[in-house]
């Protein structure tokens, strides 16, 4: 553990993508996809790769594929299918509140 990390290792920079909870009780894996979602829809290079270190890329892969498109806004999604090399997103269907 560093200064600049929690005694679990998550990065003190991503201190303001977790401002409803306390970062010093995350745990890396039970709080897995907490994680995962705030770091790929707010994080910076440095905390991004720090997440590509933490867990798998086939892990944050399954994440995107499961649970990106519910989570993340479509733009970020879109986003994060392109640069990991996954198939194209498509914008999810259904009733909408504004047709237009």
Do not use: K
Not at 50 to 61: D, G, K, N, P
Request: charged share 25%.
């Amino acid at each position: 553990m560093n200064d600049s990390q929690t005694a679990a290792g998550i990065p003190y920079s991503l201190r303001p993508c977790f401002q409803e909870y306390d970062i010093d009780q995350l745990d890396p894996q039970q709080h897995r996809d907490l994680i995962i979602e705030r770091t790929l829809a707010y994080g910076n290079r440095q905390e991004v790769r720090w997440l590509l270190e933490t867990y798998s890329r086939a892990r944050i892969v399954g994440w995107l594929e499961t649970l990106g498109g519910h989570r993340l806004t479509w733009r970020r999604y879109n986003l994060w299918c392109v640069l990991l090399n996954m198939p194209p997103a498509r914008r999810p269907t259904g009733a909408r509140i504004w047709p237009y």
